[in-house]
């Protein structure tokens, strides 16, 4: 199946989980997805890193979250090789577990740190149209004084994977302002092949990483790889800005939380409502208590004193002042 759906759709809804923190995050996800999501008919993949040289330990999900995805969830686990990325740079896992997933089968990505509010259907997906999310800020290139600018930096890398960079841009924003070129988060993205996805993902990431233009010398590549190749893979692939409507994933139909301390800071009260809610079952809460983070500020209501310190009428600009408010508070923790 390809192109636009009215219905929820018959795709592969897919995500990274591994031992530590984003396996319970796998599970808030799941809980999430299906309780928005009753009637879907597609597959809900988690994608796992296998042990191997590219790891120092285990990263595999424990045994009883796994069975706890698969039995209250249905989830599917889907185990990948790490290759060419792995400890170094697990952000690397959403780039090769794509491997995993099955040819010319729809998917959509999302970080597991990621809550569902309503159903997919509300998505008018284009598959054949890729796009990624643009709750994203200038992160990448940081520009030195003495330049290259964004369009010598950005202009260098698709002229490395002979792409057309002019129809990359966005005509409506002044040259060298930041959102002029393409740029995405990487928090959900998807397409009509996850096997093509990977094959351009994968290349485009370790090319740059392995033999980058000189005009990236003075930039940093971590954590930003996938962001800076993830444009690229989009554009080859025939997507681009907006392909879907804003306002629906990072939304109303999903939130892309992040941090536990900042879901209770700024994200509205559905949110909360629904992260209380998914938690709630003795399942659920027998096994996200384990972690830290979890179980003081979902269990013990810290998020809840969290919440108290913000107006989410007059947040702070700027993200890092929220999070200097609640690290003052000793309320930070992930």
């Excluded at 069975?67 to 690397?92: H, R």
């Excluded at 994933?249 to 629904?274: F, I, K, N, T």
Aim: glycine share 6%; aromatic share 12%.
């Amino acid at each position: 199946m390809a192109g636009k759906t009215d219905a929820p759709p018959s795709c592969t809804v897919c995500a990274v989980a591994q031992a530590g923190r984003l396996q319970y995050e796998a599970v808030l996800f799941a809980a999430s997805f299906r309780a928005a999501n009753p009637d879907f008919a597609g597959r809900l993949v988690f994608m796992e890193p296998q042990p191997g040289p590219r790891w120092d330990r285990d990263p595999r999900i424990a045994p009883h979250v796994r069975a706890l995805l698969e039995q209250e969830f249905g989830a599917e686990i889907a185990p990948f090789e790490s290759t060419v990325f792995g400890a170094d740079y697990p952000y690397g896992n959403k780039i090769e577990g794509l491997a995993a997933l099955p040819a010319r089968m729809p998917f959509v990505f999302f970080d597991t740190d990621t809550l569902f509010l309503d159903s997919l259907a509300r998505v008018p997906f284009d598959f054949d149209r890729p796009t990624a999310s643009m709750k994203r800020d200038n992160t990448w290139p940081e520009i030195q004084l003495y330049g290259p600018g964004y369009t010598a930096t950005w202009k260098s890398l698709y002229r490395k994977f002979r792409l057309k960079f002019e129809t990359s841009l966005d005509p409506t924003q002044p040259d060298e302002h930041w959102e002029r070129y393409l740029y995405f988060n990487a928090g959900w993205f998807f397409h009509s092949d996850p096997q093509k996805f990977h094959r351009y993902f994968l290349k485009y990431s370790r090319e740059i990483r392995d033999a980058p233009p000189p005009e990236l010398v003075c930039q940093s590549l971590d954590p930003w790889l996938d962001q800076i190749a993830l444009p690229l893979v989009i554009h080859r692939l025939g997507g681009g800005r907006d392909t879907i409507p804003r306002g629906l994933l990072d939304g109303a139909v999903s939130c892309h939380w992040r941090v536990l301390p900042l879901l209770y800071a700024r994200e509205s009260d559905r949110v909360v409502e629904v992260l209380e809610r998914v938690a709630a079952p003795n399942r659920v809460k027998k096994v996200l208590k384990e972690h830290e983070a979890f179980k003081r500020m979902i269990y013990q209501r810290r998020g809840h004193k969290v919440r108290a310190l913000f107006d989410r009428d007059n947040l702070p600009r700027r993200e890092q002042a929220i999070r200097n408010r609640i690290k003052k508070e000793n309320f930070w923790m992930r």
